[in-house]
């Protein structure tokens, strides 16, 4: 049965962060679980995981022993999502142009952007939001997965995603 992107959008996506030390070491990334992005009807809601209730990320068990790079940790991440400090609310989307509700996902390309996820979406003018409240989020056809993205950076050490 093919998935739908209007229904395939909602549900609940895995939040990660990386280990830089374990990436150093092996050249691959060991990620963190940090909490679910319930997408729902326009409502959200953020449920972390445990040791990440109070978001204290520098007090929880990470490969990492480098005391630095968990305090840049609970800067890097609270600076960069709303829904974090704010754990529910709403939020609105935006199809990109020749994306509609009822378009199939296995029919687009790999690494496409499909949306625009907006959680303030009392502003309506999605370009003048600040990047941790406006995620693109795409396509990741051959893992069969919807992936946020963030609207200034390729490459982070964050992932939020989930299986279609």
């Not at 204290?56 to 709303?82: G, H, I, N, P, W």
């Not at 509609?100 to 029919?107: K, M, S």
């Not at 997965?145 to 490459?155: A, D, M, V, Y």
């Amino acid at each position: 049965m093919p998935s739908i992107i209007g229904i395939s959008l909602e549900g609940r996506y895995a939040m990660y962060w990386g280990d830089w030390e374990y990436y150093k070491a092996h050249g691959s990334m060991e990620q963190t679980l940090i909490g679910y992005l319930q997408l729902q009807g326009g409502s959200y809601f953020f449920v972390p995981e445990k040791c990440f209730i109070n978001l204290a990320l520098s007090e929880c068990t990470k490969k990492s022993s480098d005391a630095r790079e968990k305090l840049l940790l609970d800067q890097y991440v609270k600076d960069r999502f709303l829904f974090l400090t704010k754990p529910q609310g709403k939020y609105s989307i935006q199809y990109e142009p020749k994306i509609h509700p009822y378009t199939v996902l296995e029919n687009q390309e790999d690494g496409e952007i499909l949306v625009r996820i907006n959680f303030d979406p009392q502003q309506t003018d999605i370009n003048s939001l600040t990047p941790d409240r406006v995620f693109l989020i795409r396509n990741m056809k051959d893992a069969k997965k919807l992936r946020f993205h963030s609207t200034i950076s390729e490459i982070e050490w964050w992932s939020i995603r989930k299986y279609y």
